[in-house]
């Protein structure tokens, strides 16, 4: 069965203080990995795909890597705007078009 | 760029009762997903319709039940309500004839349960 693990479940970072969030995933036959930004209340707002192992996307201050088992999300010099929920979703090629979803990290940058 | 709208943004209802929810997809979107997120979790996949059909259906009891619409607006339709059904009711869009369909979500309809 397909498992995504996200860690930790909650991070709380000083302005300016660097750090990165994981993603774990089991999955024969990945087709893509994807993040998402969630604000309380408020639906998924979508960060970035990942293909293959090696892969790198960069956003402002995120960068999302991605290897054979997990994906990170780096959060560079963060700024308290940066405070949500991260959620880490998978495709895989068995399991067709549903995004399979982590239970995400709440990040809280604090000034 | 017209993004996922959903309607509507809160519901009520009382165990045993019926529910619609409604989502029109971003400009230029064919495919529909319906997620189910309570509260602490991750969103987990319901059902995905493409040209008016159900494509895909996630692990959900067929009390859950769905339609697409020519314009490829979505409906999601949950019979004899329970009191876990009371959750955060996402709808996503996607484009159906790509391999890989990047899906972006709505602002959510909260439903609660009572």
């Known amino acids: 069965e397909d498992q995504v693990t996200q860690s930790p479940e909650a991070l709380r970072l000083q302005e300016g203080e660097s750090s990165s969030l994981n993603c774990s995933y089991t999955?024969?036959?990945?087709?893509?990995l994807f993040w998402y930004r969630q604000d309380p209340g408020k639906g998924p707002e979508f960060l970035f795909t990942?293909?293959?192992a090696g892969e790198e996307k960069e956003k402002e201050r995120l960068k999302a890597t991605l290897t054979k088992k997990e994906s990170f999300l780096h959060i560079t010099a963060p700024k308290p705007e940066d405070s949500a929920t991260y959620l880490c979703?998978?495709?895989?090629?068995?399991?067709?078009?549903?995004?399979?979803f982590g239970k995400g990290t709440s990040l809280l940058v604090t000034p | 760029d017209a993004g996922v709208t959903q309607s509507p943004t809160h519901l009520i209802k009382t165990r045993g009762q019926q529910v619609t929810l409604r989502c029109s997809p971003k400009s230029g979107h064919d495919t529909v997903s319906w997620y189910q997120q309570a509260l602490g979790q991750g969103p987990q996949f319901i059902f995905q319709?493409?040209?008016?059909?159900?494509?895909q259906r996630g692990n959900f009891p067929d009390r859950f039940s769905g339609h697409q619409f020519p314009n490829y607006s979505s409906e999601l339709n949950v019979n004899a309500l329970l009191l876990g059904d009371s959750a955060l009711y996402l709808c996503a869009s996607s484009l159906g004839t790509t391999t890989y369909n990047e899906q972006f979500f709505g602002p959510g309809t909260r439903l609660t349960v009572l």
């Open positions: 990942l293909y293959s």
């Open positions: 319709y493409y040209e008016e059909e159900e494509r």
């Open positions: 999955v024969s036959g990945l087709r893509g």
């Open positions: 979703a998978v495709q895989a090629r068995h399991s067709g078009y549903a995004l399979n």
